[in-house]
T-cell receptor, first 113, second 111 residues
Framework: DVKVTQSSRYLVKRTGEKVFLECVQD?????MFWYRQDPGLGLRLIYF???????EKGDIPEGYSVSREKKERFSLILESASTNQTSMYLC????????????FGEGSWLTVV | RKEVEQDPGPFNVPEGATVAFNCTYS??????FFWYRQDCRKEPKLLMS???SGNEDGRFTAQLNRASQYISLLIRDSKLSDSATYLC????????????FGTGTSLTVIP
C-alpha cells in the first residue's frame, strides 16, 4: 500500500511564526502536492512538484513556499503564519505508473492564533 | 466555470436505499476519473476508478459518459457506514498531471 505520512497532525501557532509541514511518501512517486481544505471551498492546490527540486505554483500559492530536496519528501513552509491560514493541509502523491491515482496523507490541522 | 462540479447535497437516505451522484467536468481532454470517499476530519481515500466501459465493485457502480462529460456513482443497498462525503476527481495529464476535485457530495444514511 502507498503510504503518505504527514508528521505533524495538529499544530497551534502564533501569528507571524514560521511553520514547517513535512510530508514523506514511500512509493517512489514523482509527483507530490500540497492542498488545503476549507469548509465549502473544497480542496485547493497550493503547490505541486513533479521532480526533485522542481516546483510549480498551484491556485493559492501566496503566503506559502515549498521544498523538495529528495524525491520522497515535500515540505510546505509558511514564512509568517496568519490567521487566514488556519486550515487542514493535505499532502498527496501520484505517479503515472500507478495509474495517476492520487494518494493522500492523513492531514495536518493548523490553527493560527 | 469550475473544472469539476458536483451537487453538494446533502443526500439523506434510509438504509437499504439506492442513491446516485453525478459529477460534470468541463475539459474534454480529461484523461482519468475517480471517486473518492472522505469521512469527517479525515483524508480522502480512493473508492474506485471510473473506466469508459463502466465498472462495479460490490454495491458501488461507476459510469463515465465522455460525450456528455459526466461521471456517476451509484450506491445500492445503502449502509449506515456509507455516510461520508464523496468527491469526484478528474486528472488531465496535459496540464502537468494536475488533479481537479469537486467540492464533494454529502451522504447521510439514516437508520
Amino acid at each position: 500500500d502507498v503510504k503518505v505520512t504527514q508528521s505533524s497532525r495538529y499544530l497551534v501557532k502564533r501569528t507571524g511564526e514560521k511553520v514547517f509541514l513535512e510530508c514523506v511518501q514511500d512509493m517512489d512517486h514523482e509527483n507530490m502536492f500540497w492542498y488545503r481544505q476549507d469548509p465549502g471551498l473544497g480542496l485547493r492546490l497550493i503547490y505541486f512538484s513533479y521532480d526533485v527540486k522542481m516546483k510549480e505554483k498551484g491556485d493559492i500559492p501566496e503566503g506559502y513556499s515549498v521544498s523538495r530536496e529528495k524525491k520522497e519528501r515535500f515540505s510546505l513552509i509558511l514564512e509568517s503564519a496568519s490567521t487566514n491560514q488556519t486550515s487542514m493541509y493535505l499532502c498527496a502523491s501520484s505517479s503515472t505508473e500507478s495509474g495517476n491515482t492520487i494518494y493522500f496523507g492523513e492531514g495536518s490541522w493548523l490553527t493560527v492564533v | 466555470r469550475k473544472e469539476v462540479e458536483q451537487d453538494p447535497g446533502p443526500f439523506n437516505v434510509p438504509e437499504g436505499a439506492t442513491v446516485a451522484f453525478n459529477c460534470t467536468y468541463s475539459n474534454s481532454a480529461s484523461q482519468s476519473f475517480f471517486w473518492y470517499r472522505q469521512d469527517c476530519r479525515k483524508e480522502p481515500k480512493l473508492l474506485m476508478s471510473v473506466y469508459s466501459s463502466g465498472n462495479e465493485d460490490g454495491r458501488f457502480t461507476a459510469q463515465l459518459n465522455r460525450a456528455s462529460q459526466y461521471i456517476s456513482l451509484l450506491i445500492r443497498d445503502s449502509k449506515l457506514s456509507d455516510s461520508a462525503t464523496y468527491l469526484c476527481v478528474v486528472n488531465m495529464e496535459n496540464t502537468g498531471n494536475q488533479f481537479y476535485f469537486g467540492t464533494g457530495t454529502s451522504l447521510t444514511v439514516i437508520p
